[in-house]
């Protein structure tokens, strides 16, 4: 249940509302929007007895959540959720921008291809020291060493770092570099990894699972809300369907529905989401103009040569520099700014 208090209620008359709710034995969680507060009771309501909490001063109404994932959902909270990271928020009216190439290949590389993005106006370096492999004999990623490298990139660039984490025992390590972590298509539903995340202080993206609906999506979320961690940022990375032109078919009906169901933020990946380099601008601006807060993209200077299968995918540093002027009308036609 979410109560939501009237936009005249003074604190004293929050405070009371909380003292309420915790006084049984109930969680309660407080948003502060511009307008108003809403304050998200969690646990069983029935504690609170008879007594409507419409009756307490102060309070506008009460709203139940019928969806399952409580914490994730629109109503639970005021305002969209807006993540700061790295002198740069996530959410807000600016689009953030992860660049950067698949895996990171050596210090030369992700730093020549850090410096490129940066120029183009990228926020954050994107690369995989772990990489999850559909086969085990395919290059799994150069693992601690390519965090190090990751952080000469940053070192050099000022760039936030992106970077995956693929199993719980290795949270509190990529934690040690990485800005942000992200959780692939394949364990998004690695409910000990989603929990292990969830009780870090880092933000995360949680990438959509290849065959998962918004609801077992949303449901991943709120595993690592559960545990405490607040800064979950969703992508969209396309999705499989019977379509095999493209790697795989990006479903940006994403963007929308996320923003209906959900506060959290929302970041499109149009490299994944279609395979081909000479789709990935078209689809990013399609990404844009359906109201993405952000995008991920690869971005490598020499794919041809990239040491994952996903080079096919990469765009060249002048073409991404190419596509950020080009997203520019594009974004402020949606009423925000890149
Ligand atoms: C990636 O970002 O390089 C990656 C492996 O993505 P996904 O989990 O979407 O396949
Ligand atoms: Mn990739």
Not at 131 to 157: C, D, H, I, N, W
Not at 306 to 328: I, V, Y
Request: charged content about 20%; glycine content about 10%.
């Amino acid at each position: 249940m979410v109560i939501v208090t009237k936009p005249d209620a003074t604190s004293a008359q929050i405070d009371a509302i909380v003292k309420r709710i915790e006084g049984v034995g109930l969680e309660a969680q407080i948003s502060t929007g511009e307008q108003r507060t809403v304050i998200g009771v969690i646990g069983d309501k029935t504690l609170l007895g008879d007594i409507p909490m419409e009756s307490m001063s102060g309070v506008e109404k009460t709203m139940a959540i019928t969806a399952p994932y409580k914490l994730a959902c629109r109503q639970f909270r005021a305002d969209p959720t807006v993540i700061a990271v790295n002198g740069t928020k996530i959410g807000g009216r600016k689009l953030a921008v992860m660049a950067g190439p698949c895996a990171v290949e050596s210090t030369e590389q992700i730093v020549t291809i850090a410096q490129q993005v940066k120029k183009a106006g990228a926020e954050f370096i994107r690369g995989g020291a772990f990489k999850p492999r559909t086969g085990p004999y395919s290059f799994q990623g150069f693992g601690e060493e390519a965090l190090k490298m990751l952080v000469a990139a940053k070192q050099e660039t000022g760039l936030g770092i992106v970077t995956e984490v693929m199993t719980p025992n290795e949270v509190e390590l990529v934690g040690e570099h990485t800005d942000i972590f992200q959780l692939g298509t394949r364990n998004m539903t690695n409910f000990y990894l989603l929990r292990e995340v969830g009780r870090s202080k880092k933000p995360v993206i949680l990438k959509r699972g290849m065959s998962a609906t918004f609801e077992e999506w949303l449901l991943a979320a709120e595993y690592i809300l559960s545990e405490g961690n607040p800064d979950v940022i969703l992508c969209e990375r396309g999705i499989r369907t019977f379509e095999t032109h493209t790697r795989n078919t990006l479903d940006l009906n994403a963007v929308p529905v996320i923003h209906h169901l959900s506060h959290l933020p929302i970041v499109v990946d149009p490299s994944h989401g279609t395979g081909i380099r000479g789709l990935v601008s078209d689809m990013t601006k399609a990404s844009v103009a359906a109201g993405a807060d952000g995008l991920l993209l690869e971005v490598h200077h020499d794919p041809d040569n990239s040491m994952t299968g996903d080079g096919a995918q990469s765009l060249f540093p002048d073409q991404f520099q190419k596509l950020m002027q080009e997203l520019k009308p594009i974004a402020i036609a949606v009423g925000r700014e890149i």
